[in-house]
């Protein structure tokens, strides 16, 4: 009678395991030649993690607060400067497809990511820009999306319900990367500018940008930190930014041997 308990309890701890094994899915093997694996850990992240979604509803939960209190001071033509891409757009899918490719970043397949319109929306973005929009703060869109895909961006951003996404509220790229100079176009509106939010720091200020160094980048931070989670709402992403083409000096023309090489020579490590 004992041994048939065992052979009884057995019998229902093994099943289940088998069925789990059965119904679990399939992983798809990477080659390790693949030279977008680096990216795999962060999108992962991005796309998978509770935290992720909780540091961008932090960020739009502050940006909230902020524009709430510019608002109860009485401040004139108040303004939102926001960037698109990881800041309202979720682009994680297009790094997913580099990643289970094993193909770079490339204008023309990024052309068609923006053209397919299929971006999901950065979680607390809409929520945000439609609390702002009711009421009435203006909202500017500076991105570095070529301007050629104006038309599936202003798509993209109705089908998600994001207000006032037209074609005098959006500032793609034409001829730079630098944003100061849409930046510039937006203050001379008459608008006053009460928060900039984005994934790279560039979004706020060009002195983040290029040629700025990793050391620089996290010095300028003395010069304007007061103004972080204040004027400059960050949100973000691991995936790719700035801070990435810091580490490669933004040169553009290395293997992916080399890359790799460069990333582990910026990594710490404990010496055991």
């Known amino acids: 009678m004992f041994k048939q308990k065992i052979s009884q309890h057995a019998v229902y701890t093994i099943i289940p395991a088998f069925l789990l094994l059965g119904c679990a899915p399939q992983a798809e093997k990477l080659e390790n030649t693949n030279s977008q694996r680096h990216l795999l850990q962060a999108t992962l992240y991005a796309q998978s993690s509770a935290e992720y979604e909780a540091l961008c509803l932090q960020a739009y939960t502050l940006a909230k ?34 990643i289970k490719s094993g193909n770079s970043y490339k204008s023309d397949t990024w052309a068609g990511w923006v053209s397919a319109a ?12 439609q609390w702002a929009d009711s009421n009435e703060v203006k909202l500017f869109y500076i991105s570095n999306r070529k301007a050629d895909g104006l038309a599936p961006t202003i798509k993209n951003l109705k089908n998600l319900k994001a207000p006032q996404a037209d074609s005098s509220h959006i500032y793609l790229r034409t001829t730079t990367s630098d944003k100061s100079k849409r930046r510039a176009a937006v203050d001379s509106l008459g608008v006053n500018v009460v928060l900039y939010i984005g994934d790279n720091l560039g979004d706020y200020s060009e002195i983040w940008d290029k040629p700025a160094g990793v050391k620089n980048r996290k010095e300028f931070l003395v010069i304007q930190g007061a103004d972080i989670g204040t004027k400059y709402i960050s949100l973000p992403n691991p995936m790719y930014g700035t801070w990435e083409g810091a580490l490669f000096n933004y040169d553009s023309s290395l293997s992916g041997e080399q890359l790799d090489s460069l990333r582990l020579l910026h990594l710490r490590a404990w010496d055991p």
């Open 118 to 129: 299929e971006a999901e929306a950065i979680p607390g973005s809409i929520e945000f820009l």
């Open 65 to 98: 607060i902020q524009m709430k209190k510019s608002l109860a001071a009485g401040i004139e033509n108040p303004a939102v400067v926001l960037d698109l891409d990881e800041t309202i757009l979720d682009n994680s899918p297009y790094t997913g497809w580099q």
